[in-house]
């Protein structure tokens, strides 16, 4: 029996040390609180100009298994562009309204329907999370087009420094943690590797943001979770691949855990 149990936990090790390190679920189950409340920020609807469905999905459902209250929040104004999510490209003469493109995620009503940005208060929550997609580099900020010295939309910065003033933990997936790291000062997060590893496992093609946080004044590391701060960060689709999207679901899993860890704090 020993002998098995022995062997069982070589192989488990063997599959771990095959896993990209930055995806692998860490840490425990640290219980259902059932009080807890979460305002989540989205940027519209779509991987290309908005909010990761993915992303959106996986944490709402990690929110709901570990027992948080949680309410949906995007910013009321037009997108950057619309993206034609066949081609991979703008799509022509069409206008998108953030919030209305969010909404797509809401289901039933009260806490479940998308809410204006500017109407969120940070004295009614216990932590704010923002999923990725490229609308964190089109349309809560400037990046896309100003790079490392881009602005963040008004309410986005006014929401990460009342969090982080409050010692409230903030969440962040993909490329969000850039949002962070521009208007809050040393903060250690993670944006996945490096440098793009082109493997089985998938490829890192958005390495350049990861240079734009470091000459930010940030401390990049794999995996991370900035306890001082109370800053959780998880790279999710920084990692570009076609099957593996379960690492995506833990390392979600994984940010939010620690997100309502720190809470009870």
């Excluded at 149990?5 to 425990?28: D, I, N």
Aim: some cysteine; glycine content about 8%.
């Amino acid at each position: 029996m020993l002998a098995s149990r022995a062997l069982l936990g070589k192989q488990v090790a063997a599959v771990l040390t095959r896993q990209p390190a930055c995806l692998v679920h860490h840490g425990g189950d640290w219980g259902n609180w059932g009080n807890t409340n979460i305002a989540v920020v989205f940027s519209g609807c779509g991987w290309w100009d908005g909010t990761d469905i993915h992303e959106a999905a996986f944490t709402m459902y990690h929110l709901s298994r570990n027992g948080a209250r949680f309410q949906i929040f995007a910013p009321n104004q037009q997108q950057m562009h619309v993206m034609d999510h066949m081609k991979s490209q703008p799509a022509s003469g069409e206008n998108r309204n953030m919030m209305v493109e969010a909404a797509r995620f809401s289901h039933g009503q009260g806490m479940m329907q998308m809410q204006d940005l500017s109407k969120l208060d940070v004295n009614s929550f216990d932590a704010v999370i923002f999923p990725g997609g490229h609308g964190v580099t089109k349309n809560l900020s400037t990046f896309n087009k100003d790079g490392k010295d881009c602005k963040l939309q008004n309410d986005v910065e006014r929401i990460l420094k009342d969090f982080h003033r409050s010692r409230k933990p903030i969440g962040l997936a993909s490329m969000s943690p850039l949002l962070a790291c521009r208007v809050l000062p040393s903060l250690e997060i993670t944006m996945g590797y490096e440098r793009d590893e082109n493997s089985r496992w998938g490829r890192w093609p958005n390495t350049n943001m990861v240079q734009a946080v470091k000459s930010m004044g940030a401390r990049h590391n794999v995996p991370y979770v900035d306890e001082k701060n109370k800053v959780i960060s998880t790279p999710t689709f920084m990692w570009e691949t076609d099957y593996h999207y379960h690492y995506i679901f833990d390392g979600i899993g994984n940010m939010v855990k620690h997100v309502m860890r720190m809470t009870a704090k």
